[in-house]
């Protein structure tokens, strides 16, 4: 039987997606024995240990043609421990070999979210550029629609690896069985897709972002409604770039099924692989061991010390010259080994902590992070009104810093005047801005962090939906003054410059953080001032509404709650109401 994917398309981002044994791993392994068969090499990320037979024949006995490496897992050629995510990392981007990363071992979800967080971060910086592809099993792990706390770095790896690693030689393929909840931002990236059998509504419901720039909407509907009637096997084969729209059978594979579920009663036999060679490999992480101990500066500080020790001891004794010339020559050869290495790695290891650090500082602070504000001195000149914007979640907008982020000047503290952002690289006119002035401003009163479009339109004060706001985007985009990156809007240096000195500050957390809302909100100060009051401890929905006078069950008191609790001024759990702690300078 022909496969149904043609060999042109297997270097498209691709998409997997199916009920439990609908046979999406099945077929998608269909799809990677034609790559390996081509030479190309396959990095497979799997959680459930579902992927080692492809080492096997179909009859599960005999040596397939695939000599793929697995790291960890109950078949692993090399074990593989939570700490070891950096370092697997940098051998995968390194080696020539495919191979299977088999998470199944790992003991719990934080242990596995460790690992992975390093490892996506080291591959996509050690990646040189050659084409490889990367499929990720269960891809709904590590690209959540909804991140729990923890998985938002982890996210912004996926949806960095999927939107901007064609450059770096990344050919992402995706495998999820509930594509409702599959991050869309990264779903709606894949060039095709491989529906199977999907019988939930909600799952269904997922692709329409992605139908809906494919095809029209009678056609998707129809699309979607034949889903649940797939026989195992059976798949949708949807390549928009080669004209392809079509309902096939898959092919047998030649390896062995790993990931089918036994039938009851069924007893599985243990299966052993042959092992591979693997003392190249061992050398590969050997040499990738020993270029991270010559780029830790602790160690060569260490190494520089013993030497200056050495020299010290040797010249106060009748040490022959030569003795101390070989210590000379050592401490010299150490000095330069280190300011070699550091140039580069420091800069690196810089950026990464810093943008370790400001996810933490995001997580602390809150949703003081997100503060969006007008230019300080036309408010005070030009009466211009400008809100702050708080995450519903108590959050900072900007949920986490990507390693690819583009680097930003520190943002001025709330408290203190920014100084004037230096011109932008390059030189060239500075933007001369008009009434666009005002939206750049709320979003630089952010910077370095970003803010969805819908938090940017409040922070300005426009209707998002207005023909307004659409010109100035436009003008604004066109001008270099702000870029997009994921759902996130930014404002680029040459915008922070074009402003100058006009980027707005907060009233610092408490009274008077407090205060700044009441006058901005309309009606709300009473209610703001009983919930200070009782903070930090919550008040239930009935006393709050008696204590002002109102019906809690009344659209007035609703009115109020919703207009505080959508720029996150107050927490809501059930009954409970109380003031978001940011407001008071505490940590959420």
């Known amino acids: 039987m022909k496969h149904p994917i043609p060999l042109a398309a297997l270097d498209d981002r691709l998409g997997f997606i199916g009920t439990s044994g609908s046979g999406k ?47 960890g897992g109950e078949h692993g050629d090399l074990p593989l421990n939570e700490q070891a995510g950096s370092l697997i990392g940098e051998t995968v981007a390194t080696m020539a070999e495919s191979c299977i990363i088999d998470l199944s071992k790992l003991p719990n979800r934080s242990a596995e979210r460790r690992f992975m967080v390093a490892f996506l971060e080291t591959i996509y910086r050690k990646a040189a550029g050659d084409p490889f592809h990367l499929v990720v099993d269960e891809a709904d792990l590590f690209s959540p629609q909804k991140p729990q706390k923890g998985d938002e770095v ?67 509907k129809e699309i979607k409604d034949s889903l649940p009637t797939f ?15 079509e309902r096939k059978p898959f092919p047998q594979k030649i390896t062995f099924d790993s990931s089918r579920k036994p039938k009851r009663g ?25 270029q991270v101990k010559a780029s830790d500066v602790p160690t060569l500080q260490k190494r520089v010390r013993e030497l200056e020790q050495q020299l010290k001891k040797a010249q106060g004794s009748p040490a022959p010259a030569a003795d ?29 902590r810093t943008v370790t650090w400001l996810s933490g500082i995001g997580e602390r602070v809150g949703p003081l992070m997100t503060f969006l504000s007008e230019e300080a001195k036309a408010a005070k000149a030009q009466k211009f009104a400008f809100k702050i914007d708080f995450a519903p979640s108590g959050r900072p907008s900007l949920k986490q810093a990507t390693v690819d982020a583009p680097t930003r000047q520190p ?65 604004l985009r066109t001008a270099g003054c702000i870029e997009k990156s994921g759902d996130e809007y930014f404002a680029t240096d040459a915008g922070l410059y074009a402003l100058g000195d006009a980027i707005p500050t907060l009233p610092p957390p408490g009274p008077e953080l407090v205060g700044f809302w009441k006058s901005k909100l309309s009606g709300v100060g009473p209610m703001l001032d009983v919930l200070t009051g009782h903070y930090p401890n919550p008040i239930t929905r009935e006393d709050l509404a008696a204590e002002l006078g109102l019906a809690a069950g009344g659209g007035t008191f609703s009115t109020y709650i919703s207009r505080l609790r959508s720029p996150g001024l107050v927490e809501v759990n059930g009954s409970e109401i109380r003031l978001a702690p940011a407001l008071m300078g505490d940590a959420a």
């Open 25 to 71: 791993t099945y077929n998608s392994g269909t799809a990677i024995e034609m790559l390996l068969a081509k030479h190309a090499r396959v990095v497979i990320v799997d959680p459930l240990g579902a992927w080692w037979g492809l080492r096997l024949l179909a009859d599960g006995k005999t040596p397939s043609p695939f000599n793929v490496v697995i790291f």
């Open 154 to 220: 982890l996210l912004g790896h996926m949806d960095n690896i999927v939107r901007r690693g064609r450059l770096r030689g990344f050919i992402p393929w995706l495998i999820s069985q509930r594509p409702a909840v599959l991050n869309k931002n990264v779903l709606s990236q894949v060039d095709g897709l491989l529906a199977f059998k999907l019988t939930s509504s909600q799952d269904r419901d997922a692709l329409d972002a992605w139908i809906e720039g494919q095809a029209d909407k009678a056609q998707g």
């Open 266 to 290: 069924e007893k599985v036999k243990s299966r052993k692989l042959k092992p591979l060679d693997v003392g190249k490999l061992e050398q590969q992480i050997a040499d990738v061991v020993e």
């Open 324 to 352: 101390l010339a070989a210590i000379a020559a050592a401490e010299q050869r150490g000095f330069d080994q280190a300011r070699k290495k550091l140039t580069s790695e420091m800069e690196q290891e810089l950026h990464r």
């Open 411 to 475: 943002a001025a503290s709330p408290r203190g005047a920014r100084k004037s952002s230096p011109a932008p690289e390059g030189g060239g006119d500075v933007p001369s801005l008009g009434a666009e002035r005002k939206p750049l401003a709320a979003l630089a009163a952010v910077h370095p962090a970003g803010m969805t479009e819908a938090q940017w339109a409040v922070a300005a004060g426009l209707k998002r939906k207005g023909g307004t706001w659409s010109t100035y985007l436009s003008r």
């Open 231 to 245: 026989q195992v096997g059976e798949g949708l084969i949807w390549l928009p770039g080669h004209g392809i729209l």
